[in-house]
């Protein structure tokens, strides 16, 4: 480690010597690193952030190529009366149809079909219970009818009341896919009508998506809307506007947190400093080495994600603190009479020396991060680890650089002291340790008291603004449609598997009852009942029947369900061919093949995540003719892949980003006893937090669980930097605190700034990442500066007695074997 630090001071020293050498370097870097970054884009979809290996991901793939999209644009008019609602409908759907990229228009649903075929639904014992129910009535009305019939006990009339069949046969395919309400997706109420839209392609493609949008939004506006009523308006929801909608308030969300990060950066380092000249000191080499870091993002990777693109803010934050380190201490050397150039070297040998350590222990944090399967954590751990490297690398070649200029120009900071002003904190800590410690250490505890309660999210809604316009909407058109628009896909390889899965899936919601997470299973299978000839064989007995009952007898109520019961016995058997196209295309393959496809309809808030998980083990659960998986597809799959893996990886990850910063710091200060106390406060501060959001409200989820091995990886270099100049010879607690007090609260609050930006989001998720480190950092900035030091000068304070006994003791007792005095006792 010596040797690293004279080289850092060496390096340092050169840079500082040809300044003009290396700002050019820097600046041709920064220049092709920044042509590079130009190139990247944003991408915010979450399977995009699975392992290819993973089977949602792989189901999703084989989806997208032989099914198409999953979801709907959905266009919403809405202001007119029920009949100008429909006229719209009608109006929109064959125009839609027309343009490229929609597969296919829906505008009604299929009821009357269904409706007046849904005897055939029914089981033959089913359908001879109905014929045995009409007889009994039948006879029994008879008898009534004859005047010579004197019952012999008051028997009730037999019930014509069918709602047990209707029940049992309620969640069918053909009867939720028709619908019980108007034959339009319409709501006279709220005076809305839907027209639903299918385009070819998934959502996840943002291009095709803002295409396809912008397409239909221009159809719309070319719409003479006044002829469907004053008022009358037209909106856009489905899960294409909702991936665009969500896409652009990330985008607006990196911009904003990204601004206010660095005017928030700027003005602590005005407060700091007093002095413009050491801001931008200290800001040249960070923006040098983001221009680099974001050019090797451009070469890696080619984008960044949900987490990824925020990473300017964070690395911001965290470079930014070793320049206030690194700068605070050569303006201490200048003040003390030191050139320029030896204030530099040794500033970047010591001061530097501890900066590298702290800078290598977070990026090994992060880079542990990285093995996560979880790109978005993956990426986020390669990136940041990468990017500490490179800014220290940065402030090494920037900022000795800078430093020389500035010299050589004459210019000398006006506030620089001789001696750096004590810390009214430092007295009162030496003062007063053991009570802090006590009050400290009563306030952890009933911190850590509270670990047990803390509790993970598993609500997918709670991480996505469901106040955008667009996911408010969609709800609504959940509500007309009557079940969710985004099924999970079973690909099957034929017309048996197919009829088997979808058998077997509606045999296990049934077995499962009201603890099935599924709502009804469509196939075109399921939508052809089978035995149909032998069913209407029964229909027309129970039509012979019908013909016989006396209607005058009947209320208007049962008048009415037997003319139905007329209708509907008369329904002829029925094949694929005979459905309505508009059923038949959602079970359509992109080339035109119908059949393969069952589609499962959950009962859950797809937003849930533990009833999504449940939802993905009841689906994977059943087995497939021939055994195998089952091959399911949908954004409810990935959700449940994603929760899995978190939960799993995140116990691993925190273990392994604790032991690699251990070794690390073993390894790099040059003892266990030091890197233990070094890290001592980090992990301290961590278990306070954790216990300490339950009491704030804070929960984890699967985005803000990554803060914790951050949190150790950017936390830790407080404690290096503080115990390594205590460790120095001769060092007096309340300067070294002091001096280095002053640049740890520094750096901590600008690495609190540069995710604490992420507080200023309106995506609930990353404001959930923003909240929890802020917190963390807070949390150990009193841990670092208040519990810590007091406890070190309480230890160190009993050490000096038990050194001063020992002595003591040694004196007395060569004084009685050598029958010296203390007078003439070595001290």
Same mark, same amino acid.
């Given at each position: 480690?010596?040797?690293?630090?004279?080289?850092?001071?060496?390096?340092?020293?050169?840079?500082?010597?040809?300044?003009?050498?290396?700002?050019?370097?820097?600046?041709?870097?920064?220049?092709?690193?920044?042509?590079?970054?130009?190139?990247?884009?944003?991408?915010?979809?979450?399977?995009?952030? &699975?392992?290819?290996?993973?089977?949602?991901?792989?189901?999703?793939?084989?989806?997208?190529?032989?099914?198409?999209?999953?979801?709907?644009?959905?266009?919403?008019?809405?202001?007119?009366?029920?009949?100008?609602?429909?006229?719209?409908?009608?109006?929109?759907? !064959?125009?839609?149809?027309?343009?490229?990229?929609?597969?296919?228009?829906?505008?009604?649903?299929?009821?009357?079909?269904?409706?007046?075929?849904?005897?055939?639904?029914?089981?033959?014992?089913?359908?001879?219970?109905?014929?045995?129910?009409?007889?009994?009535?039948?006879?029994?009305?008879?008898?009534?009818?004859?005047?010579?019939?004197?019952?012999?006990?008051?028997?009730?009339?037999?019930?014509?009341?069918?709602?047990?069949?209707?029940?049992?046969?309620?969640?069918?395919?053909?009867?939720? &896919?028709?619908?019980?309400?108007?034959?339009?997706?319409?709501?006279?109420?709220?005076?809305?009508?839907?027209?639903?839209?299918?385009?070819?392609?998934?959502?996840?493609?943002?291009?095709?998506?803002?295409?396809?949008?912008?397409?239909?939004?221009?159809?719309?506006?070319?719409?003479?809307?006044?002829?469907?009523?004053?008022?009358?308006?037209?909106?856009?929801?489905?899960?294409?506007?909702?991936?665009?909608?969500?896409?652009?308030?990330?985008?607006?969300?990196?911009?904003?947190?990204?601004?206010?990060?660095?005017?928030?950066?700027?003005?602590?380092?005005?407060?700091?400093?007093?002095?413009?000249?050491?801001?931008?000191?200290?800001?040249?080499?960070?923006?040098?080495?983001?221009?680099?870091?974001?050019?090797?993002?451009?070469?890696?990777?080619?984008?960044?994600?949900? *987490?990824?693109?925020?990473?300017?803010?964070?690395?911001?934050?965290?470079?930014?603190?070793?320049?206030?380190?690194?700068?605070?201490?050569? &303006?201490?050397?200048?003040?003390?009479?030191?050139?320029? $150039?030896?204030?530099?070297?040794?500033?970047?040998?010591?001061?530097?020396?501890?900066?590298?350590?702290?800078?290598?222990?977070?990026?090994?944090?992060?880079?542990?991060?990285?093995?996560?399967?979880?790109? /978005?954590?993956?990426?986020?751990?390669?990136?940041?680890?990468?990017?500490? *490297?490179?800014?220290?690398?940065?402030?090494?070649?920037?900022?000795?650089?800078?430093?020389?200029?500035?010299?050589?120009?004459?210019?000398?900071?006006?506030?620089?002291?001789?001696?750096?002003?004590?810390?009214?904190?430092?007295?009162?800590?030496?003062?007063?340790?053991?009570?802090?410690?006590?009050?400290?250490?009563?306030?952890?505890?009933?911190?850590?008291?509270?670990?047990?309660?803390?509790?993970?999210?598993?609500?997918?809604?709670?991480?996505?603004?469901?106040?955008?316009?667009?996911?408010?909407?969609?709800?609504?058109?959940?509500?007309?449609?009557?079940?969710?628009?985004?099924?999970?896909?079973? +690909?099957?390889?034929?017309?048996? $598997?197919?009829?088997?899965?979808?058998?077997?899936?509606?045999?296990?919601?049934?077995?499962?009852?009201?603890?099935?997470?599924?709502?009804?299973?469509?196939?075109?299978?399921?939508?052809?009942?089978?035995?149909?000839?032998?069913?209407?064989?029964?229909?027309?007995?129970?039509?012979?029947?019908?013909?016989?009952?006396?209607?005058?007898? +009947?209320?208007?109520?049962?008048?009415?369900?037997?003319?139905?019961?007329?209708?509907?016995?008369?329904?002829? !058997?029925?094949?694929?061919?005979?459905?309505?196209?508009?059923?038949?295309?959602?079970?359509?393959?992109?080339?035109?093949?119908?059949?393969?496809?069952?589609?499962?309809?959950?009962?859950?808030?797809?937003?849930?995540?533990?009833?999504?998980?449940?939802?993905?083990?009841?689906?994977?659960?059943?087995?497939?003719?021939?055994?195998?998986?089952?091959?399911?597809?949908? $954004?409810?799959?990935?959700?449940?892949?994603?929760?899995?893996?978190?939960?799993?990886?995140? !116990?691993?990850?925190?273990?392994?980003?604790?032991?690699?910063?251990?070794?690390?710091?073993?390894?790099?200060?040059?003892?266990?006893?030091?890197?233990? *106390?070094?890290?001592? !406060?980090?992990?301290?501060?961590?278990?306070?937090?954790?216990?300490?959001?339950?009491?704030?409200?804070?929960?984890?989820?699967?985005?803000?669980? &990554?803060?914790?091995?951050?949190?150790?990886?950017?936390?830790?270099?407080?404690?290096?930097? +503080?115990?390594?100049?205590?460790?120095?010879?001769?060092?007096?607690?309340?300067?070294?605190?002091?001096?280095?007090?002053?640049?740890?609260?520094?750096?901590?609050?600008?690495? /609190?700034?540069?995710?604490?930006?992420?507080?200023?989001?309106?995506?609930?998720?990353?404001?959930?990442?923003?909240?929890? /480190?802020?917190?963390?950092?807070?949390?150990?900035?009193?841990?670092?500066?208040?519990?810590?030091?007091?406890?070190?000068?309480?230890?160190?304070?009993?050490?000096?007695?038990?050194?001063?006994?020992? +002595?003591?003791?040694?004196?007395?007792?060569?004084?009685?074997?050598?029958?010296?005095?203390?007078?003439?006792?070595?001290?």
């Amino acid at each position: 480690m010596q040797r690293v630090e004279r080289g850092l001071g060496a390096l340092a020293a050169r840079s500082h010597r040809r300044p003009v050498l290396a700002l050019g370097l820097a600046v041709l870097l920064a220049a092709v690193g920044g042509v590079l970054s130009l190139k990247l884009r944003l991408n915010a979809n979450l399977v995009d952030l &699975l392992p290819r290996s993973f089977e949602s991901v792989q189901d999703l793939g084989e989806l997208e190529s032989r099914f198409g999209a999953l979801g709907w644009v959905a266009v919403v008019g809405e202001g007119g009366d029920a009949a100008s609602l429909r006229r719209f409908a009608d109006d929109l759907a !064959p125009q839609l149809e027309k343009l490229p990229g929609i597969r296919f228009v829906e505008k009604e649903r299929t009821g009357a079909f269904f409706r007046d075929r849904a005897l055939y639904f029914l089981s033959e014992e089913d359908l001879r219970e109905v014929h045995r129910r009409l007889e009994a009535r039948l006879t029994w009305e008879r008898q009534r009818a004859n005047p010579l019939y004197v019952p012999l006990v008051d028997e009730p009339e037999p019930s014509l009341d069918f709602s047990d069949l209707e029940a049992k046969y309620g969640g069918a395919a053909g009867q939720k &896919l028709s619908g019980a309400k108007d034959d339009y997706y319409l709501d006279a109420k709220a005076r809305r009508v839907v027209v639903l839209a299918k385009p070819e392609t998934t959502s996840a493609d943002l291009g095709y998506s803002r295409r396809i949008v912008d397409e239909v939004r221009a159809l719309v506006d070319a719409q003479d809307l006044s002829r469907y009523g004053p008022g009358f308006r037209v909106d856009i929801t489905g899960t294409f506007q909702k991936k665009l909608d969500q896409q652009q308030q990330i985008v607006r969300d990196i911009a904003v947190s990204s601004a206010v990060a660095t005017a928030l950066m700027l003005l602590y380092l005005l407060f700091h400093f007093r002095s413009p000249v050491a801001v931008g000191l200290v800001l040249t080499p960070v923006g040098a080495g983001l221009a680099w870091t974001y050019g090797l993002v451009a070469l890696l990777y080619g984008q960044v994600n949900l *987490l990824t693109g925020f990473l300017g803010a964070i690395l911001g934050g965290l470079g930014v603190e070793h320049g206030i380190h690194l700068l605070g201490r050569y &303006l201490q050397l200048r003040a003390q009479g030191e050139d320029s $150039e030896r204030a530099t070297r040794e500033s970047f040998t010591h001061t530097g020396g501890a900066a590298l350590v702290s800078a290598l222990v977070a990026a090994l944090t992060f880079f542990v991060l990285g093995t996560s399967r979880f790109r /978005a954590f993956r990426e986020f751990g390669v990136i940041a680890g990468i990017g500490m *490297l490179v800014l220290v690398a940065a402030y090494v070649l920037v900022l000795p650089a800078l430093l020389g200029l500035t010299a050589r120009l004459g210019w000398r900071p006006r506030h620089a002291r001789v001696a750096p002003r004590e810390s009214s904190m430092g007295r009162v800590l030496v003062r007063h340790r053991g009570v802090i410690t006590a009050i400290a250490a009563v306030v952890l505890v009933g911190l850590f008291s509270q670990v047990p309660r803390v509790r993970f999210d598993y609500n997918f809604g709670t991480l996505e603004d469901q106040d955008l316009p667009s996911f408010v909407l969609d709800r609504q058109v959940n509500d007309i449609i009557g079940y969710s628009q985004t099924p999970v896909v079973v +690909l099957t390889r034929d017309a048996r $598997e197919e009829h088997a899965m979808a058998s077997a899936l509606a045999q296990r919601q049934r077995e499962r009852g009201k603890d099935s997470t599924i709502d009804f299973v469509a196939s075109l299978s399921s939508l052809v009942p089978q035995d149909q000839p032998r069913k209407q064989a029964v229909l027309r007995d129970i039509h012979a029947l019908l013909e016989n009952v006396p209607e005058e007898r +009947l209320s208007a109520e049962q008048r009415a369900q037997v003319a139905e019961l007329r209708r509907q016995t008369q329904a002829q !058997p029925f094949t694929l061919a005979d459905l309505p196209a508009s059923v038949r295309q959602q079970f359509t393959g992109r080339e035109g093949t119908a059949g393969g496809f069952v589609l499962v309809y959950p009962a859950v808030n797809q937003s849930d995540g533990q009833a999504v998980r449940a939802l993905a083990r009841e689906i994977r659960g059943v087995t497939p003719p021939g055994g195998g998986r089952v091959s399911a597809a949908g $954004e409810s799959m990935v959700m449940a892949d994603i929760l899995d893996m978190v939960t799993h990886e995140a !116990p691993l990850i925190l273990g392994g980003a604790t032991l690699a910063v251990l070794l690390a710091m073993w390894m790099t200060l040059g003892g266990l006893r030091m890197a233990v *106390l070094c890290l001592l !406060p980090t992990v301290v501060s961590l278990l306070a937090l954790i216990g300490l959001m339950p009491v704030v409200g804070l929960e984890f989820n699967y985005l803000n669980i &990554l803060i914790i091995p951050v949190l150790i990886g950017t936390t830790v270099d407080a404690g290096v930097h +503080l115990l390594t100049r205590l460790a120095s010879p001769g060092s007096d607690f309340v300067a070294v605190y002091s001096e280095t007090g002053r640049a740890i609260a520094g750096g901590l609050l600008t690495s /609190a700034m540069g995710f604490g930006a992420l507080f200023l989001a309106r995506h609930p998720g990353l404001n959930s990442v923003g909240a929890l /480190a802020s917190l963390g950092f807070a949390t150990n900035l009193l841990v670092m500066l208040v519990a810590f030091p007091a406890l070190l000068l309480v230890l160190t304070a009993r050490g000096h007695r038990k050194r001063r006994a020992r +002595l003591d003791s040694e004196v007395k007792e060569r004084a009685a074997a050598g029958g010296t005095g203390p007078e003439h006792a070595t001290p």
